[in-house]
């Protein structure tokens, strides 16, 4: 029976599903419930891809051997429920993509610092000479990635919603970075479904893989203790030392795999923070077990400058400091960057709620939080958990009243904060959108 593959939503993953089922000979259509961004649309004209938007046609879709899924798409929504139910097997992109290539896979995961795990990983394996491609939930869609050209390796940042749709994928390194509450809207608000998600990246890995971890999340170590795991387990901590994996000691990282051990001075890394050490153990380790020299890693290390949206320092004005953390969406990421404040701030939060519980930042709110500045639809809950804390808490519908609230709060020293702990899908396209019009107001103020 000749396979035909069905792609529901026609956004980066989508497009790039049916880019590489096309080269591979396969039938594929794509259908959108939405609007086709021109771009994506553009694409799939000149690919001579079949498409449709603003509906499914049940015909087309049900005729399907096989679905991907985009993964913005819940798996609730009837349509997908339907293809269950007709015993259609209805799988992710990245679960589609694997098939096609026989690459070194380093797959990351983690509620936070997987951007910059996946953008440190893939630029050590890249300036040690190593032929790689970074994608999946950054940048370009594994799929295309591997329709376009042979990689020899890929470092992909991989969401919780792309591993929900794997069944055999299995990647070499797999990574965890961190867990902590997030998206509990998608997962019935059950932390325990959230996490049993984040560890689906382990569960096809073989004794010949390798599994790296934070070995100080609790979340993480007690999973690890209470389930089997196939792979080889490379925890990292700053907190004690691992017989096999990445610890700091005297101020230095160290790196013990298979009887080599490697040290590096934690000063010299170009990112700052704790949690970034973190995220620099994880990532050289495994460029310790792709043979990457010891040299290149250290040179790397020190020439990583972060990436954008993730605590970007933007510029001074009259001597207060902007500082672009749109990245931060859920609550434990905005706790690091309240964390590494220096000076008194003024706070822009909001955007769609997951489930936020903003307790844990209590603390941090009354100590370095002069001015809170709402930025969303609907900021009751944030509004009710500091209301008592900090004097000053405004409500703004823009990006632009917010910034320019923020510029006529802050005194000569504050930081201006956008760090919203929160999704931006109701004022904005997307976090980068939200970062970008942030980085826009400052520089038009």
Request: glycine share 6%.
């Amino acid at each position: 029976m000749k396979q035909r593959l069905v792609v529901l939503g026609g956004g980066e993953s989508g497009v790039g599903t049916a880019i590489l089922a096309k080269k591979q000979g396969i039938e594929v259509f794509v259908s959108d419930a939405g609007k086709i961004k021109d771009e994506y649309k553009q694409v799939l004209i000149n690919n001579e891809i079949d498409w449709e938007e603003n509906g499914h046609s049940s015909l087309k879709v049900f005729s399907a051997t096989i679905v991907m899924k985009s993964p913005g798409i819940p798996d609730k929504v009837s349509i997908v429920e339907e293809l269950v139910a007709k015993g259609i097997s209805v799988i992710s992109e990245i679960e589609f993509a694997s098939k096609f290539t026989d690459a070194t896979v380093v797959g990351i995961t983690g509620s936070n610092g997987k951007t910059t795990t996946a953008s440190l990983t893939y630029k050590l394996l890249k300036d040690g000479g190593l032929n790689v491609a970074l994608g999946g939930n950054i940048g370009q869609s594994f799929a295309e990635l591997v329709a376009e050209q042979p990689f020899d390796n890929f470092v992909l940042e991989l969401s919780s919603f792309q591993l929900d749709g794997i069944k055999t994928f299995a990647p070499h390194i797999a990574i965890i970075t961190n867990l902590s509450p997030d998206h509990l809207d998608r997962y019935n608000y059950k932390y325990e479904n959230y996490i049993a998600s984040k560890f689906r990246i382990v569960m096809n890995q073989t004794a010949q893989d390798y599994f790296i971890y934070d070995a100080d999340d609790e979340d993480i170590q007690n999973w690890v203790s209470n389930n089997k795991i196939k792979s080889q387990l490379l925890p990292f901590s700053l907190k004690r030392e691992c017989a096999q994996g990445a610890f700091k000691k005297n101020n230095e990282i160290i790196i013990k795999i298979n009887n080599t051990e490697y040290t590096m001075p934690i000063a010299t890394i170009g990112i700052q923070g704790e949690h970034n050490v973190k995220n620099a153990m994880a990532a050289s380790t495994v460029a310790t077990l792709l043979k990457i020299r010891k040299q290149t890693i250290r040179e790397s290390l020190e020439g990583f400058q972060g990436v954008e949206h993730r605590l970007e320092k933007v510029l001074k004005r009259n001597n207060v400091l902007y500082i672009n953390d749109s990245k931060a969406t859920n609550v434990n990421a905005t706790f690091f960057a309240l964390d590494s404040m220096e000076n008194q701030t003024v706070w822009i939060v909001g955007g769609v709620d997951k489930g936020n519980d903003y307790s844990q930042l209590l603390p941090l709110v009354n100590e370095k939080v002069k001015a809170i500045i709402c930025l969303g639809v609907d900021n009751q809950k944030i509004v009710e958990a500091f209301g008592n804390v900090v004097d000053s808490i405004y409500e703004t519908q823009s990006m632009v009243a917010a910034v320019q609230l923020a510029s006529k709060l802050a005194e000569q020293n504050n930081t201006v904060l956008l760090s919203p702990a929160c999704a931006s899908f109701d004022l904005f396209e997307n976090y980068e959108d939200r970062g970008r019009q942030f980085k826009n107001a400052i520089r038009n103020l």
